[in-house]
């Protein structure tokens, strides 16, 4: 077995056993939260290597789709844009849900698509290109369609401006997808096989550093689960259902094949909360990083267990899956 193949084994151990790194990891911080909490300051970075993670997965052909197909590219980003945003804020209304909590789950509804979805719209015999091209283009525009929906959501609670949150997503999000991008260019022409084994590494990077992001948040938070957990996990797992529901409903009432109903119905319900987390802890309290870090451990619940349920059911056409997909 060679070096990238060692590599991806790795990347694929990591990723399928996702949830339980989650879960395990959680239930430690929760019993020694104190083992974990020092990774908060390291929050921002190690979304930024995330990010970085995905800027590798993408190449010019990525943004050629994207050109190719404006149309279904166009309904799945504004789909999300619109519903996820809004679902949170009835939420928020509905649950009577404290401050705090309110902003954290105003954040996810704002938050741009998660690579997670990439994975599994690709496990549900999605259409994967059609998956990361609506990630790459909410992701790009996520500076400035995130602290906008913020802002209007959750204006009179917040200190922070919009453009404090623009700068922050810039430089945790756009600044490194760039440079991931650019540097994956760079590999491709001059060392494509550091190229093939950056690609088949990451996903466990990505892992590990969310699983330290989830833990952090838990660890920072165990008075606050044990309290005011039960509304926290309805909240979540509502909003993620809602997404699920509406971007399926959008893709059939839009006319797409089953291939991209699938890719549209992941990408509007799973959301890059590393991101929302990142912010909350950076502008807001641990409390208000709480509902995005258990989004994270529930939509890599909810979509494997979607995917699966896809997987078995007949498409319509054919799915071009030469995109690679990551991880969130």
């Known amino acids: ?18 949830v339980v790194w989650i879960l395990v990891v959680s239930g430690a911080a929760l019993v020694v939260p104190d ?7 390291y929050i921002t970075p190690l979304l930024g290597v995330i ?29 999300q844009w619109v519903v996820m945003p809004l679902a949170a804020l009835v ?29 599994m719209t690709y496990l549900g015999d999605g259409d994967v290109a059609l998956s990361v091209s609506i990630t790459t283009v909410t992701t790009l525009a996520a500076p400035v369609v995130m602290p906008a929906w913020v802002v209007t959501l959750a204006g009179e609670q917040l200190d922070v401006t919009f ?15 760039i440079a991931g991008f650019a540097l994956r260019l760079l590999l ?13 590494i990451f996903p466990a990077v990505s892992v590990v550093a969310i699983v330290a992001i989830v833990a952090a948040v838990v660890g920072a938070n165990v008075s606050n689960i044990l309290t005011a957990g039960a509304i926290v996990v309805v909240a979540v797992v509502a909003h993620n259902t809602i997404g699920l529901a509406a971007g399926y409903g959008v893709g059939r009432a839009a006319g797409m094949s089953e291939e991209r109903v699938r890719a549209c119905t992941f990408e509007v319900a799973l959301q890059n909360s590393g991101l929302a987390v990142a912010l909350a802890t950076a502008y807001f309290s641990p409390l ?16 494997p267990a979607l995917a699966t349920y896809f997987s078995r059911q007949p498409r319509s056409e054919t799915t071009d899956v030469a995109a690679t997909p990551g991880d969130d």
């Open 1 to 18: 077995m060679n070096t990238v193949e060692t590599l991806e084994r790795i990347g694929n151990v990591a990723s399928t056993y996702f």
């Open 35 to 41: 083992s974990f909490t020092w990774i908060s300051p």
């Open 51 to 79: 990010m970085l993670g995905m800027g590798l997965t993408l190449r010019p052909v990525d943004f050629r789709r994207v050109a190719e197909r404006p149309r279904d590219v166009a309904i799945g980003a504004v789909a």
């Open 91 to 119: 939420l928020t209304i509905v649950l009577s849900l404290p401050p705090e909590l309110a902003i954290g789950v105003i954040l996810v509804g704002a938050a741009p698509g998660g690579t997670a979805s990439n994975v």
């Open 163 to 177: 453009a404090q949150m623009f700068s922050s997503i810039v430089q945790v999000v756009l600044i490194p997808v």
């Open 188 to 200: 491709d022409r001059y060392a494509p096989r550091a190229a093939e084994a950056g690609v088949s």
């Open 288 to 303: 208000a990083a709480l509902p995005p870090a258990l989004f994270s451990v529930w939509h890599n619940i909810s979509g």
